[in-house]
C-alpha cells in the first residue's frame, strides 16, 4: 500500500457495502444468478430472466455511479480534493439538498480520516503536530491569565500576525518581563499547547533553563555548539518551532553567538528556513519598573488598565539599556533590534490573588468559599511596606497553599 492510497480492506468493504443487496436468493435460500429462469415466469411482457437480467444491469450502473459518487465525496473530506467536481455533479444531478452518504457512517469517515491523517497530509497547517489554534489561545488567556491586560493583547496579536504573514522577514522574538508568580511560565506553556498537538511535550518545542541546560560559564564554547546543532536540528524536523529560555537574564552573554543567526532578518542559512520560529525569552529583569509604574498609576487613582503599552515599552527599553555586570542576554538583543516585542507583566493585586486561589480549588476538583479565598490571599505577602498592593511571590505558591483547607 502506498502512502497516499487506501488499504485493500477498506476498499473491499466499500465495495461490499455497495453491492449488498444486488444479488438474490432462490425460494430454498441458495443463491440463483441473475439470468436464472423460473419456469412460467414473465415480467412486463418478458421472459423473467430477461427482466431480471435488466433489473440487475440497472442496479449495477446505479452502483457504479454511486461508488464514483463517493468516492468524489470520499476524496473532497478526506484529502480536499476535487471538491468543486463534486459539488458541481450534485448540482448537476440533483437540485434538491446534497448528496450524502448513508451507506457509510459519519464516525467510520472520521476513522478514514484520521487514519490519513496521521500522515499529516490532511492538516491546514500541513503538519498535523501544528495546531495554531489562536481562538483558544485568546480564551484561556481570558479566563486564567489575571491583571495582565498588557500579556494578553501583546502575545495574541504578535503571536497572530506572525503566523498569518506567508512571507515573514525574520523569526518572532519576544522577550517576557515582571516578577516572579506574575505568569510568564504559565503564557508559555499556552502558547505551546495552543500552537502545538503535543504542547511542551510536542517535537517542534524546546525549553531551556539557563542555571539547568548551561550552569557552567567555561563550557560556553561546547554550550554554543550544542545550542546551535539543537536549534537546526529542531528547525528541519519541524519548521514553525518554538524555543523557550527561561531565566533568560542568567543566560551567558557569548551564548548568544550561537542563537543571534536563527533569529536574524532574512537569514536562510542554505536550505532550512528558520523565519517561521518563535523564541521566546522569560526573564524577571525590569520587574521592579514595571512594578514602579504600576504603582505610581495606583497612587494616581488611576487603574492599572490604563497602563498603555507603549508607556511601558519605553520605561523597559530604557531599564534594559542600562549597563550590567554580566551582560544582559535581551540587552544585545534589543541592540540588535532582534526582539520584536517586550510583553511586560505587571505585579498582581489582592483580588488577582484570590483568583488564583480559585482557579487551584477548580484544579483539584475541589468546593471552596469567599472565605477560603481570602484566607489563601491573607497568607501570601504584600509589598511595599506601606501600601501593601503587590503579592511579593505573584501566585507560584498559592496552589500550596489551598493544601490547608483539606479535610
Sequence with gaps: ??????????????????????????????????????????VEGKPWGRARYE???????????LSKQYWQY???????????????????????????????GQDYLDILSAWYCSFGKCCKTGDCRIVNNITGLEADLNGQLHGQHLAKEVVVRAVQEFLQSPRPEKALVLSFHGWSGTGKNFVARLLASHLYRDGLKSTCVRVFISLFHFPHHQYVESYKAQLEKQISETVQLCKQSLFIFDEAEKLPFSLLDAIKPFMARNDNRGEVDYRRSIFLFLSNLGGNIINEVALDFWRA???????SREFLEQQLRLELLKPAEHGYACNHLLKENLIDFFVPFLPLEYHHV???????????????????????????VFVPKEEKLF?????????????????
Excluded at 480492506?9 to 438474490?24: F, N, P, Y
Excluded at 433489473?55 to 455511479?65: C, N, T
Excluded at 487613582?301 to 497602563?307: F, M
Aim: aromatic share 6%; charged share 25%.
Design 1 to 42: 500500500m502506498g502512502q497516499g492510497g487506501l488499504p485493500a480492506r477498506v476498499v473491499l468493504a466499500c465495495c461490499l457495502l455497495l453491492l449488498g443487496g444486488s444479488g438474490g436468493l432462490g425460494s430454498h435460500g441458495t443463491p440463483r444468478g441473475p439470468w436464472e429462469e423460473e419456469q412460467g415466469s414473465v
Design 391 to 407: 503579592s511579593a511571590q505573584g501566585c507560584k505558591s498559592v496552589s500550596q497553599r489551598i493544601s490547608y483547607f483539606l479535610p
Design 301 to 307: 487613582g488611576r487603574a492599572r488598565e490604563e497602563i
Design 55 to 65: 433489473a440487475v444491469k440497472k442496479h449495477l450502473g446505479a452502483v457504479g455511479a
Design 74 to 104: 470520499l476524496a473532497c473530506k478526506v484529502w480536499q480534493e476535487g471538491c468543486k467536481e463534486e459539488e458541481e455533479e450534485e448540482e448537476e444531478s440533483s437540485p434538491g439538498p446534497g448528496w450524502s452518504l448513508p451507506l457509510v
Design 354 to 380: 484570590k483568583l488564583c486561589a480559585r482557579d487551584a480549588f477548580l484544579a483539584q476538583g475541589l468546593p471552596y468559599t469567599e472565605a477560603a479565598l481570602d484566607e489563601v490571599a491573607r497568607m501570601m
